[in-house]
């Protein structure tokens, strides 16, 4: 993985709701695409976060999940680069939940906003359940299990990765102490070789005893750098710098993703359950004709009749698709009536298009050859548990459960 550049880890999923739209490519998946080249990628498809609000009906997840997988794939997330999973195909993610669900408190779970927020919104489901209630100790558990460094998420989820943050340091509080701590730092600290155990050693003291940041993200790197000590001494070395116990979980941290809303074609955000989504699949003939019946500033009603393209959904479409020429075009001919609606939409046609075409191409690729997308996602389940393992195993040994 050559054209990885950070140590970091990042883990991102998405429940499966089906085929995706232009609203999930170009919030989330454009910025999956991007990072896969910068990072060691996870993504995964949350298909038991699925079954918290839909275990009323579940026949259809798992078509879903292939909808959706190969949507990702067609869009240009590159199984080379970033490992692909389902979720329940790892079951080591529900064991860490159960063993985290043991230092709770439920009232962290209680304050989360999102739990009374979607009880208000799904009020015709009965969510007052266990699993509900867990869905974002669930996540933790997603997160944790490949003590990933960071998460890219919506703003709906940012409470999610803190409490995710809260867990790791309570766990590590809890269970990072071992008997005779300060022997195995100082074995920990040999093991790096006489040069890097003095710097690393100067800079602890920096960061402990001046607060240089600094210091302690340069003995980060050391730390991180080190290729020839094992883990268990690495995550003792990380935990020691801040003046904790072992690291067993490091805390991860949200990357809130940036992207402007996508509007969808009545100018409300894309989405599904608004129905005014173009889906990346989506054939040329009903792109065009989605575009063409928007609607627009109700003021044009005939082609003679200025409008303002503040008060048209198209004009949002515009911000997306559209080239700084094209928008004073548009701004000019909207208001003096000189272009008509239509002539407006052409570009937006255009530009999306020229976006969907490669991706309905491979999309029907990857449609044809159902096996294939198998074993891509076999593989990546397979990457996806070997870490899992290795994480658990030393949760369950510092919890007391290793039994060997
Ligand atoms: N809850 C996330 C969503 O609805 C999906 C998800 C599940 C997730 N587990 C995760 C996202 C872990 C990031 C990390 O979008
Ligand atoms: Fe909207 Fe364009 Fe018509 Fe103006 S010209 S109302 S911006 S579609």
């Known amino acids: 993985m050559s054209s990885v550049v950070s140590h970091q880890r990042v883990l991102s999923g998405m429940r499966p709701t089906g085929k995706l739209h232009l609203g999930h490519y170009h919030g989330v998946i454009k910025n999956w695409i991007k990072l896969q080249h910068e990072y060691e990628c996870f993504l995964f498809a949350a298909d038991w976060h699925a079954l918290t609000t839909h275990y009323d009906d579940p026949s259809l997840i798992e078509q879903a999940t292939w909808d959706m997988v190969i949507d990702w794939l067609a869009a240009g997330i590159n199984p080379g680069s970033a490992t692909l999973f389902i979720q329940s195909k790892v079951p080591e993610h529900a064991e860490l939940h159960l063993l985290l669900s043991m230092m709770t408190p439920l009232g962290w779970l209680e304050r989360v906003p999102s739990y009374k927020d979607q009880q208000e919104k799904l009020k015709e489901k009965d969510l007052a359940t266990y699993g509900f209630l867990g869905y974002p100790l669930l996540q933790s558990a997603d997160i944790l299990i490949y003590r990933a460094g960071l998460v890219p998420v919506g703003a709906d989820q940012v409470a999610h ?3 995710t943050r809260e867990l790791a340091r309570r766990f590590n509080h809890l269970y990072g102490r071992e008997p005779g701590y300060e022997e195995a730092i100082d074995a920990a ?3 790096m070789g006489k040069k890097a155990a003095k710097l690393y050693t100067s800079l602890r003291k920096k960061y402990q005893e001046k607060g240089d940041d600094e210091a302690l993200e340069t003995a980060k790197a050391l730390v991180g750098d080190q290729q020839n000590i094992p883990l268990s001494d690495k995550e003792r070395l990380f935990g020691s710098l801040e003046g904790g116990g072992k690291v067993i979980l490091p805390e991860p941290q949200a990357l809130l993703t940036e992207s402007a809303k996508m509007p969808g ?7 599904k359950s608004y129905n005014n989504t173009i889906s990346l699949r989506e054939e040329p003939e009903e792109v065009e004709r989605k575009i063409r ?3 627009t500033d109700p003021a044009r009603v005939r082609l003679t009749d200025p409008g303002d393209p503040q ?3 198209v004009w949002q479409l515009h911000q997306v698709y559209s080239d700084e020429k ?7 001919g909207c208001k003096s009536a000189g272009i008509g609606c239509l002539e407006c939409k052409k570009p937006v046609i255009n530009a999306i298009q020229e976006e969907l075409a490669p991706i309905r191409q491979r999309a029907v690729e990857y ?3 159902p096996e294939l997308v198998k074993s891509i996602v076999l593989e990546g389940c397979d990457q996806a548990r070997e870490e899992a393992k290795h994480t658990l195993e030393e949760v369950k040994s510092a919890m007391g459960l290793s039994y060997r």
């Open 326 to 332: 094209t928008r004073v075009w548009i701004q000019e």
């Open 293 to 295: 019946t928007m609607p």
């Open 265 to 271: 074609l009545d100018g409300a955000k894309m989405s």
């Open 189 to 191: 600290i040999k093991k």
């Open 367 to 369: 449609e044809k050859d």
């Open 161 to 163: 990765v803190e409490m």
């Open 311 to 313: 008060k048209c959904p």
